[in-house]
């Protein structure tokens, strides 16, 4: 997989219309609000730590995608402790089955 697309992702979202330049969606994390029903927004936090952390990793996206929508927590509301919460709590996470039909955890 070179990049992510809206097509791989697995759940619903809201698709709210955004500037190019809108700081949900483009530039770097900061602690810009994260709205984890928007699918633009999730799309852009994947994207990116594809880009900078994992660049080509089968399913990579996918897991990340699994991890925000199930288990991150409510009270985190920005891009910059979205990351942080994903990083933190990536190697203990276990994904379901997503497109492959495997199982698997992350470690």
């Known amino acids: 997989m070179d990049t992510f697309e809206k097509s791989d992702l697995v759940y619903e979202y809201n698709w709210s219309q955004y500037e190019k330049d809108d700081p949900r969606i483009s530039g770097m ?3 810009t ?3 984890r029903k928007e699918g633009g927004e999730v799309l852009y936090i994947i994207k990116y730590l594809t880009d900078h952390i994992a660049y080509g990793v089968e399913n990579f996206g996918n897991k ?3 991890l925000v929508h199930d288990r ?3 009270k985190i509301k920005n891009q ?3 990351i942080k919460w994903i990083k933190d709590h990536w190697k203990n996470s276990c994904s379901a089955s997503v497109g492959n039909g495997h199982s698997s955890c992350l470690h």
């Open 29 to 31: 994390l900061d602690t």
């Open 33 to 35: 609000e994260f709205n």
């Open 64 to 66: 990340m995608e699994k």
């Open 72 to 74: 991150l927590p409510v």
């Open 80 to 82: 910059k402790d979205t």
